[in-house]
């Protein structure tokens, strides 16, 4: 089964970005790239999601979206359920942005 650490890699290969470029643009360490490719991670923080997505050039939305929806699935109910919270809480500061 799939698992995040597969989705980050496969999106940081498919934007043709190596570990150290990819960290350079998130402002990660390559270590920590690395690590979450492994799946070495223990829940993922918020600010953690937005350089990742930002290293990426995607939304934080794109990227849990596709963690969450695409071509990973995590079989932790746990993990599953962080990414959710996630979502609902980028979702209201979009909402409340735009009021």
Known sequence: MENWGFCIKK???????TQPELAK?????????????LGHFQGWKQVTLEKLA?????????LCKVI??????????????EIKRK???????LKESEK
Do not use: F, P, V, W
């Open 68 to 81: 969450y929806d695409g071509n990973g699935k995590e079989s932790s109910y746990s993990a599953i359920s």
């Open 11 to 17: 999106l940081r290969k498919e934007a043709g970005l």
């Open 87 to 93: 979502l609902r809480y980028l979702e209201n500061e």
């Open 54 to 62: 930002h290293g990426l050039s995607m939304s934080t939305i794109q």
């Open 25 to 37: 643009r998130s402002g990660l360490t390559r270590e920590h790239i690395s690590r979450m490719e």
